[in-house]
């Protein structure tokens, strides 16, 4: 294993991190963070939305079920 890497010099295998790149690692952990902001804000989104959907339902359930409290079915079951 070693003589397979042995032709790479230590010298010449370095990353110069120039300004340009510093500014392109700069950009795209700024673009990355928004992303998760953005997508965290649209999961709580969905989450109130959903519980209202669920609110919704469980209201019309209520108004139904006092409604057929009121009106009892004429059919007497014999």
């Known amino acids: ?3 397979i890497f042995s032709y790479v010099k ?11 790149y510093t500014a392109l690692l700069l950009i795209t952990s700024v673009i990355w963070v928004l992303l998760w902001f953005g997508y965290r804000q649209n ?11 669920e609110e919704r339902i469980n209201a019309k359930i209520q108004r139904r079920k006092k409604l057929e409290s009121l009106y009892p079915s004429s059919k007497k079951k014999v």
């Open 10 to 20: 230590y010298s010449e295998a370095s990353f110069p991190m120039t300004g340009q």
């Open 43 to 53: 999961k709580i989104n969905d989450e109130i939305k959903n519980k209202e959907k």
């Open 1 to 3: 294993m070693i003589l």
